[in-house]
């Protein structure tokens, strides 16, 4: 026997009861020689077609001179395996010719799912095989012929696979592909299956169409308080409620973490859900997903189609000019090995003072210091001017900023406004804001009794209080008309540059 087998080798997938079709090219050398088709067995090669040995379901024609199709009608499961296709050459006597290897899959479609999902969101499918817990899974996309599969590699373990994370869990027996992010590219039809044996396998069809935009918001919240987060989703959906983690995945959160999970449906199509958190703390800090969670016969999936992140608002600094302020963030103790980075304002990525491999670094007014023990970076800024007052942000880096946590530094200047007038005096306070800053103003012994919340302007319930912003001059001023006894006291206004008001009634 002479082999060239290994010379063309294809790769053929049909499902049960359909028609396999595969060619095989020969020499022209060999177009009147009988055609020839073997397969393998586990320890020997079987000759299952050839002119003088027919099979009701396998039949072969030539199209072209050199080119012979092989058709294998109503496929069974048996039907899987390793095909040699040539033809017979007679000499001294019966000499083979192997010119294809052709490996035959056949594929066992147990369902179809249609699924819908938004761009810039996230995706997770659940695909459910029960019967075969331990075999190895997968999923495909079948415009490229499902030559792509993307899998695990290790079961029991998420890991990474292109845009997607796969968990192939043998407990349940069920395949978790969560799409980290949507893409209008995603869209198509996959298969998703489990190996069932070598050349067989069992899947449902999934056909994935991508639709409007996810959509965005952001949250904040004051450490060791309530927050409510809502989403809508269709009326007839479950809803699917998950935080992110670092490596992107987003799984449903325990219900310990929630204290309130409320609907409320206005129409008959839609529905406005609650999420409230009591107590935030700073592991509560970070991205959040929701959407509907949809049940099929084979299939679980899930559409996050809100993004909410939620930021934590630590408790305001509030120093004098030309002091020392120490901005302090704690963190959770598996990021204990990962550089930290303190930012003020928008914080771009240049905007970054970052602390690496050292436990601590100084530049010019500013010192960085990581407790590791007690899990606390420090940044101590000396020296205090108006300009160091704003919003600090704490990030953590990995292979993407985690930066959720911010405080504000209140600096309080040194120059005092000594106001004197008498009752039924109208007065004028001037107060230094940041435009983009909810704007100060309250009546306090120390500053720390109202910054918490910015008390705004807008909240005093008084008609004899009004205000005139200059924006451009970073300025605005507060009027009071029509001065009693009980106005007389300290004021502070402002924003983060806050000035302290002495008014003093005649």
Same mark, same amino acid.
């Given at each position: ?27 022209? =050398? ?31 024609? =030539? ?53 819908? $999902?938004? *761009? ?40 990474? =696979? ?8 043998? %407990? ?15 869209? !198509?039809?996959?298969?998703? !299956?489990?190996?069932? *044996? ?112 939620? =930021? ?32 003020? $304002? ?32 420090? !940044? ?83 008609? %004899? ?28 206004? $402002? ?12």
């Amino acid at each position: 026997m002479t082999d060239s087998c290994c010379k063309v080798s294809k790769r053929v997938m049909v499902n049960i009861g359909e028609t396999a079709t595969f060619s095989c090219e020969y020499s022209q =050398n060999h177009i009147n020689d009988p055609k020839i088709i073997f397969k393998e067995g586990k320890d020997s090669i079987e000759m299952i077609y050839s002119t003088w040995k027919k099979e009701e379901r396998f039949s072969v024609s =030539n199209n072209r001179h050199n080119l012979m199709t092989v058709r294998i009608s109503a496929v069974r499961p048996d039907d899987g395996g390793v095909y040699l296709c040539g033809v017979s050459i007679r000499e001294q006597s019966y000499n083979y010719f192997i010119i294809n290897t052709v490996h035959l899959h056949i594929g066992s479609k147990v369902g179809v799912s249609r699924v819908s $999902g938004y *761009s810039g969101g996230r995706m997770m499918i659940k695909c459910e095989h029960p019967q075969y817990k331990t075999k190895p899974k997968y999923i495909c996309k079948e415009s490229d012929g499902c030559s792509e599969r993307k899998n695990p590699g290790v079961q029991d373990e998420w890991m990474e =696979n292109g845009d997607v994370s796969l968990y192939d869990d043998t %407990r349940a027996g069920v395949l978790m592909v969560f799409f980290r992010e949507l893409k209008a590219a995603d869209a !198509g039809t996959y298969r998703c !299956g489990v190996n069932v *044996s070598h050349y067989t396998e069992s899947f449902t069809e999934l056909q994935l169409n991508v639709t409007d935009d996810a959509m965005f918001v952001t949250e904040s919240a004051h450490l060791g308080e309530e927050v409510n987060i809502s989403c809508q989703i269709p009326e007839e959906h479950k809803v699917h409620f998950c935080k992110e983690d670092d490596n992107h995945i987003c799984q449903n959160i325990s219900t310990s973490t929630v204290t309130e999970m409320n609907g409320s449906s206005e129409r008959n199509e839609e529905r406005v859900f609650t999420v409230s958190i009591s107590n935030v703390s700073v592991r509560d800090a970070g991205v959040y997903w929701c959407g509907a969670e949809t049940r099929d016969t084979h299939l679980t999936f899930i559409s996050l189609n809100t993004k909410i992140q939620l =930021n934590l608002i630590l408790a305001p600094v509030v120093r004098r000019e030309g002091e020392s302020a120490e901005i302090i963030f704690s963190y959770d103790s598996i990021y204990k090995s990962k550089s930290k980075s303190l930012c003020k $304002g928008k914080c771009s990525t240049r905007d970054r003072n970052t602390l690496n491999e050292e436990k601590e670094t100084k530049t010019d007014r500013l010192t960085l210091n990581d407790d590791v023990t007690a899990r606390v970076f420090t !940044g101590t800024i000396t020296g205090l001017t108006a300009e160091d007052a704003g919003k600090y942000w704490c990030a953590v880096t990995l292979e993407r900023d985690v930066n959720y946590l911010y405080t504000h530094l209140i600096v309080i200047m040194n120059e005092e406004l000594n106001l004197t007038k008498y009752e039924g005096d109208d007065m004028s306070i001037q107060c230094k804001h940041h435009d983009e800053h909810q704007k100060l103003f309250c009546k306090a012994h120390e500053p720390s009794m109202c910054v918490k919340d910015g008390v705004s302007l807008e909240t005093i319930r008084d008609d %004899r209080f009004s205000f005139s912003d200059e924006a451009s001059t970073g300025v605005f001023t507060v009027n009071i008309t029509d001065l009693r006894e009980e106005d007389s006291g300290i004021y502070w206004c $402002g924003a983060h540059i806050i000035t302290k008001a002495n008014l003093q009634l005649l």
